[in-house]
């Protein structure tokens, strides 16, 4: 069976429910057939696209047929795209840093290493008071957790002595 990019077609696909969609893309060799829905997040101008193994699949069933041509392909903005994948590389690449350094990523959001040393905000010299100001905290809470764990540890003792 062929689908024709504009049909509409009904699938018990998605966890035995029936799906109704458009199809936006289908591919004999590989089985796969890609469907656009009505957005999950219930946005009026977008859409959720699916991709469905029909080799999984017990039907589709071809509720609308298109006979006609179907509509050119919207433009893709590749500077957005290849900006946006860039990013994101550079986002796991930082992640993956940290987690090798055995540190967190998620204390600074432009925080990335460099060799040995850590860059943080581009400006090691500004950043640096900030950063100091996040460890001394740290040991500060440190401290004051060790206090309360030893008033803690004392208050059966001074309980004791004055009830004998």
């Known amino acids: 069976i062929l689908y024709s990019v504009g049909?509409?077609?009904?699938?018990?696909?998605?966890?035995?429910?029936?799906?109704?969609?458009e199809v936006v893309?289908?591919?004999h060799q590989s089985k796969m057939l890609a469907l656009k829905c009505p957005s999950s997040s219930g946005k009026p101008n977008h859409a959720d696209i699916l991709l469905i193994n029909l080799q999984y699949v017990s039907e589709v069933e071809i509720i609308n047929d298109?006979?006609?041509t179907p509509p050119p392909l919207a433009s893709l903005n590749v500077s957005k795209l290849a900006s946006k994948a860039r990013?994101?590389?550079?986002?796991?690449?930082?992640?993956a840093y940290a987690i090798s350094a055995g540190t967190n990523h998620k204390t600074i959001k432009?925080?990335?290493?460099q060799e040995k040393n850590i860059v943080v905000m581009e400006e090691v010299g500004?950043?640096?008071?900030?950063?100091?100001?996040?460890?001394?905290?740290?040991?500060?809470?440190?401290?004051s957790q060790k206090i309360l764990q030893r008033s803690?540890?004392?208050q059966p003792q001074k309980e004791a002595a004055l009830s004998s």
């Open 126 to 143: 500004r950043a640096l008071s900030h950063v100091r100001k996040i460890v001394e905290k740290h040991f500060r809470d440190v401290e």
């Open 152 to 154: 803690q540890a004392q």
């Open 110 to 113: 432009d925080c990335k290493w």
């Open 25 to 27: 893309a289908f591919d």
């Open 66 to 68: 298109r006979t006609e």
């Open 87 to 95: 990013t994101e590389k550079e986002e796991k690449l930082s992640q």
């Open 7 to 21: 049909s509409q077609v009904s699938s018990g696909a998605c966890q035995e429910q029936r799906l109704q969609a």
